[in-house]
Each structure stands twice: as structure tokens, then as C-alpha cells.
């Protein structure tokens, strides 16, 4: 179908999807989820075409893992579905209200956006996600996926759009770009007649072009550059722990730890055996002079290390002398996304907190958890590493505008 065709069709059905009933829409949202497990050898197997085709152009082991679809990750899919169906819907609730002393009384009442469009790399869990979280908050949804997850995203959005027709709601609720090439990416960043905001999902030359080329308003999920700093009172066999967790559990998604910044007073003790439980994971090391002494087979670090997504088993090291070291080099370095301090010293813990500056901190826990289902969202359309309008792991909340109701009883302006 001719893109703007497309978009005119999605932008036509919009007030429809905002009539629905929230019971409409929870229906909807548990029978797709019971749809997608039903249908999931149909969808297994043509994620397989898209896994063989990866593996013949020599993608990444982190990209291959983001597209590889199996039937415990369908589950789990599935599973966000039920969870947003579970979550309350936010349309048509009262963020606030107030009376003039005019007697008008005002609310700020929670809306739906509209037409959302999403443009994502080899992630077909962002299919159902952005589904989801945009049919629950009243959104119609138009997704532009790559090339590379392009069998599976075809077979997800068929097995969805199914289920929308069996409840007479039209399919164009829910809309894929097939078509793969770029031209087409940046012509759909210019249908501000039809799409009302745009969301990006991917790498840091994706985001980049969208910010670049949209005419439509755009909400930035960055690239993780995700931090963890291992301060001189850390309890070092919980930092092993941890570091091995957010390192090595999935090393292609963006809340995965990229850098390591160490206390200098604790290198001796914790890099021996942090290097030799990374180690069973193969992870390299790219460190500092200091770090790299106590790190077999260290490679020494670029000030290009410091500052990657890796999105591999490499793990840059930067020791410091101080909390304020620490702090610095991270804002220096991050890129807004996760993250985390491990230390037993609750003072310094809460300066961490405070000062580094990222939509999510933590103290004692992976950043692996910057998550929308481990957020209690259900899903997330994104990571918005932004300030304006949204910040962080992006759930329903995050998909709706507002407008004010005014009740007055003839009151005329002076």
C-alpha cells in the first residue's frame, strides 16, 4: 500500500479506537494474548527466516539475541498483553481540577494522542509491546520495523490484526510498513498531516536520523551506555554478582552494563575475581593503567571506550579516587539511560542518586531492570532518555496528552 495512503487510513480510524470501552479493549488485549501462544509455531517459524537471513549477513551475537523469538519469550509477550490488560486505563482520568474564582471549574483530563508511529530495529517484541500499550491508551499505532525482523513482525501483526477484526475493530488500528528501505523510513518521518508523535527504537545512527529528519514530534529512546560504579564501602561479592548479572544475562539491549567505574581502594580485591567470573562469559576488558594491572589479558582502554555502547562481552574500567570522581565521569560519559552505585554507605548512596544525571539510578541493583514489565507497566513503547514529557521506562501514562474540561454556568470575559 502507498505510505500516505497507509497513514490517511491509520489517522481515519482513530476516533473509532477512542470510543472503545476499556472492557472493549482488555478483551481485545487477553484474546490476543491467548492468540499469540496459539499462533506461536506459525510465528517461530517465520522468525526463523529472519534469524537464517541474520546469521548469513554476519549480525552481531547481541542483535541475533534481540531478534530471536522462542516460545518462552512469546510467552512472556503474551504476558505483557495480560499485563496491561490488567492495569488501569488512564483515558478520561482527572489529573486535576480547580474552581476560578470566576466559579468556572476546570479539570485536566487525560486523553489519548492519537496516531503513534514507531520505527524500530530487529526487535519484534516492540510489535506487540507498541500494540499494547497504544490500543490500551486509545491509540492507533503505525509500525515501521527493519528489514532484518521482517518476517516476524509480518506474522505478529497478522496474528494481531486477526483478533481486532474478530471484534469488528478496523485492523487499521494496528498498521506495518513493509516496505524496508530508508526512502521510505524518512518520507513516514514527514506525515505530520497524519501521525501526531514519533518514536524511535533502535541504535544511535536510527534515533539520530529520526531527530534529524521528523517533522512529526518526536520522543528519543537513547542508546544505553549504562554505568556502575563499585564504591570503596561496596560489598564486593554482591558487586561480582551484580556486574555479572547486568553484563552477561543479555548483552544486546540497552540496559545492559557497559562500563565499570571502581573505588581505587577496592581494585585490588574485586577486579582478581570479578575478571574470573566475567571470564566464563568471555567478557574482554578494556581498562585504565590501574584496573589493567590487576586484569589478565586487559586491553588498555580508549577515551572512545569510556563513552561506547557496546552491546558485546566488553566491559570498559575507569578507576577513580572518590564518589565525585565517579559522578563526574559518568555525566561526562553516559548517555541518560541506567545507572548504579554499589556501596553500603546510605550518605553516599543518596549523592549518587541525586547527582548523576540519568532517567534511571540505582543503588544495589542491576540496571537490568530498567524495564517496563519489571516496572510494573506491563510493557514499554521505550526508554525515553529525554526530559520533555516523559523520562525513563515509557508505559501507558507516557502515551497520553491531556485537555481541560470547562464547566461555567454563562460566565462572559470582561
Known sequence: MNLENLCKQAASVKYQVQKLSENEKNTILLQAANELITQSNYILTENEKDIKNGIKKGMPEGLLDRLKLTAERIEGIAEGLRQIAALSDPIGEIIEQFERPNGLYIEKCRVPMGVIGIIYEARPNVTVDAFGLCFKTGNVVILKGGSDALYSNKALVDVLQSVLSKNN??????????????????????????????????????????????????????????????????????????????????????????????????????????????????????????????????????????????????????????????????????????????????????????????????????????????????????????????????????????????????????
Open 169 to 414: 475493530v478496523p485492523i487499521e488500528a494496528l498498521s506495518l510498513i513493509t516496505d524496508t528501505d530508508r526512502e521510505t523510513a524518512t518520507a513516514f518521518m514527514k506525515m505530520d498531516q497524519y501521525v501526531n508523535l514519533l518514536i524511535p527504537r533502535g541504535g544511535a545512527g536510527l534515533i539520530k536520523s529520526v531527530v534529524q529528519n521528523s517533522t512529526i514530534p518526536v520522543i528519543e529512546t537513547g542508546t544505553g551506555n549504562c554505568h556502575i560504579y563499585v564504591d570503596e564501602e561496596a560489598d564486593l561479592d554482591m558487586a561480582v554478582s551484580i556486574i555479572f548479572n547486568a553484563k552477561t544475562q543479555r548483552i544486546g539491549v540497552c540496559n545492559a552494563c557497559e562500563s565499570l567505574v571502581i573505588h581505587e581502594k577496592v581494585t585490588q580485591n574485586l577486579l582478581p575475581r570479578l575478571s574470573k567470573k566475567l571470564k566464563e562469559k568471555n567478557v574482554a576488558f578494556h581498562a585504565d593503567p590501574l584496573s589493567a594491572s590487576y586484569i589478565e589479558d586487559a586491553i588498555p582502554a580508549t577515551e572512545e571506550d569510556f563513552g561506547k555502547e557496546y552491546l558485546d562481552y566488553i566491559l570498559s574500567v575507569k578507576t577513580v579516587s572518590d564518589v565525585e570522581e565517579a559522578i563526574s565521569h559518568i555525566n561526562h560519559y553516559n548517555t541518560g539511560h541506567s545507572e548504579a552505585i554499589i556501596t553500603k554507605n546510605k550518605a553516599t548512596a543518596d549523592k549518587f542518586l541525586r547527582e548523576v544525571d540519568a532517567a534511571c539510578v540505582y543503588v544495589n541493583a542491576s540496571t537490568r531492570f530498567t524495564d517496563g514489565f519489571e516496572f510494573g507497566f506491563g510493557a514499554e513503547i521505550g526508554i525515553s532518555t529525554q526530559m520533555l514529557h516523559a523520562r525513563g521506562p515509557m508505559g501507558l501514562k507516557e502515551l497520553t496528552s491531556y485537555k481541560y474540561y470547562i464547566r461555567g454556568n454563562g460566565q462572559i470575559r470582561g
